[in-house]
């Protein structure tokens, strides 16, 4: 099927599901869509089929041919140096191959992947397009038009961190243009994600200017931390990027900072607990509600739980933390506790239990704790977990800003964003039932652990990155870190010649030539730096004519 075709404009209101408790409203089916958008209630209902699809994880696509798993963490986690694919080595050989850049342009994930983005595109360009003319009062007309330009920067950036430069359109596809697409560039698809992110902050309004049963929905400071992400990613791997610069990425961590809207949980062991949704910290994040369907449009949940759980338990067994992500932490770290769990770690308790592990069933001893449900808090179907996935913490906006700050000389700024961030993590318990028949946040007991930073120069933004690495981990932003700051090919390397596996051998990747299979399918960025690219559908470059990317 002929996917770009999904951009021609559709009845959004009609058909768009929800995966959000604000998504309950009942659609009306008695209005055209020239004037459904003229309703409050059928506007708002629109613009959450637009929220719709960010979380969608499989289910069938608009041509109702199914589509199958896609996460962000298979490219932010198990592309990197933090996560193997996990379960057993067989088991979804589509993953393995992104990581080995060895996939083809059949590949079911970034075909998968390719639908949602211009399914997501489709919503956003008609809510946009029927918006702009509706009678609505004016700031619930702005607002809602700030959130549809929020998903369609975030879906540009999300495909331009994959694929490159992408077609790009601002309206919707017609018959007319098949056939007469072209790709935009990566500088030119960057541009177009920046004016959305620009347009979203000036039409949304914070977050405490929502209501309590609105949270969740696009703010303002969403938009500034998303077009700051933008920028780091310009810097590193926009070759015709000349404009922009650390500037202004400081420029939008500084107005997040001094909006007053966010600030650290005391706690770092509750971020990932139900009771941490939407916390104080919380910057972007799915909504989800449990539900009664395993699958779409009627799932109302996620399944990013049991993916990622122990097989021997109720999950799959995926995106495993690898032993370098282990080692990565210094001494005494309770944010390891709310990072890794597995036999070979705390004698293997999670929740207050001892489970059975099968480490035939992983690819190295840890699974990920920032995405296990207790027992008493799973999803009664398992594909449709209640459980909000976090996107972006104000965590990641204070170690930006300190990268921002010490790329302009503001070394000292730098070091007081780093160490905010170890004080609390110094300061934080053990994850929640990290003590056998306790579901309690226990404490550590440790005393002088996570020393300030002190360093200054080159040592300095080493320590960035690495509080980056720890704080971040397996929250699918290793790999773009990596990416933009020209760190991957050398960790690559490291992962070809470290790798060990759950029993401690080295064997996944002895015959696969990492390396060149990453510079075969890469784009060049600035200063020479390498950009790897995932292959673009193969139907869509056959019946669009779509130029392909290198490689493939």
């Not at 077609?167 to 698809?189: C, S, W, Y």
């Not at 059975?356 to 977990?385: F, H």
Request: proline share 5%.
């Amino acid at each position: 099927m002929k996917r770009l075709r999904y951009l021609i404009p559709i009845l959004v209101g009609f058909v768009m599901m929800g995966c959000s408790d604000f998504l309950e409203v009942d659609p009306i089916n008695t209005q055209s869509e020239a004037n459904f958008f003229d309703v409050p209630e059928n506007a708002i209902l629109a613009v959450n089929g637009c929220y719709d699809l960010l979380g969608m994880t499989e289910g069938p696509g608009p041509d109702q041919n199914w589509m199958t798993h896609n996460y962000d963490f298979f490219w932010g986690d198990i592309c990197s140096d933090d996560a193997e694919k996990g379960s057993q080595p067989s088991d979804f050989q589509d993953i393995q191959d992104l990581a080995n850049w060895t996939a083809k342009s059949d590949n079911g994930v970034t075909n998968a992947l390719w639908i949602k983005i211009y399914d997501g595109l489709s919503r956003c360009n008609t809510a946009l397009a029927r918006l702009e003319n509706s009678p609505l009062e004016v700031s619930l007309r702005n607002r809602l038009m700030g959130e549809v330009y929020f998903i369609r920067g975030y879906w540009y950036l999300y495909a331009s961190s994959i694929f490159g430069g992408v077609p790009v359109f601002t309206e919707n596809v017609t018959p007319a243009d098949f056939g007469n697409i072209q790709r935009a560039t990566l500088h030119q698809t960057y541009l177009q994600v920046e004016s959305d992110f620009k347009a979203a902050i000036e039409n949304l309004p914070e977050r405490s200017q929502y209501r309590g049963e609105e949270m969740g929905r696009a703010t303002k400071g969403a938009a500034r931390h998303y077009l700051a992400r933008l920028y780091m990613y310009m810097i590193g791997t926009d070759a015709e990027n000349t404009v922009i610069g650390w500037q202004q990425v400081y420029n939008q961590t500084e107005a997040i900072i001094q909006s007053g809207q966010y600030r650290l949980v005391a706690n770092y062991a509750t971020i990932f607990e139900p009771e941490g949704e939407n916390n104080v910290e919380s910057i972007f994040e799915l909504q989800m509600l449990e539900g009664s369907e395993e699958n779409a449009p009627q799932k109302t949940g996620s399944n990013y739980n049991q993916f990622q759980a122990n097989r021997k338990d109720w999950g799959w067994g995926f995106n495993n933390p690898t032993v370098d992500l282990f080692e990565a932490f210094e001494d005494e770290d309770p944010r390891l506790s709310c990072t890794v769990y597995g036999p070979t770690y705390n004698g293997g308790i999670m929740g207050g239990q001892t489970w059975d592990y099968d480490l035939t069933e992983q690819m190295t001893p840890y699974l990920n704790r920032k995405a296990a449900l207790m027992p008493g808090e799973r999803p009664s179907i398992a594909k449709s977990s209640g459980y909000n996935v976090r996107k972006a913490r104000y965590a990641e906006t204070l170690l930006n800003h300190a990268e921002a700050a010490y790329h302009l000389g503001i070394e000292g700024e730098a070091r007081d964003m780093v160490n905010l961030i170890r004080e609390r993590a110094r300061n934080s318990t053990f994850a929640r039932g990290f003590v056998q028949g306790s579901l309690d946040y226990t404490p550590t007991g440790f005393v002088g652990n996570l020393p300030a930073v002190t360093a200054s120069g080159e040592a300095l933004l080493e320590a960035i990155y690495h509080e980056r690495r720890v704080e971040l981990g397996m929250e699918a932003i290793r790999y773009f870190d990596l990416v933009r700051t020209g760190r991957y090919l050398d960790t690559l390397a490291k992962i070809k010649a470290n790798f060990r596996d759950s029993e401690g051998n080295n064997l996944i990747y002895a015959s696969i030539t990492l390396e060149d299979n990453v510079r075969e399918h890469s784009l060049i960025g600035p200063n020479g730096n390498i950009v790897p690219v995932g292959p673009i559908p193969l139907r869509e470059v056959a019946d669009w004519g779509i130029e392909q990317n290198p490689g493939y």
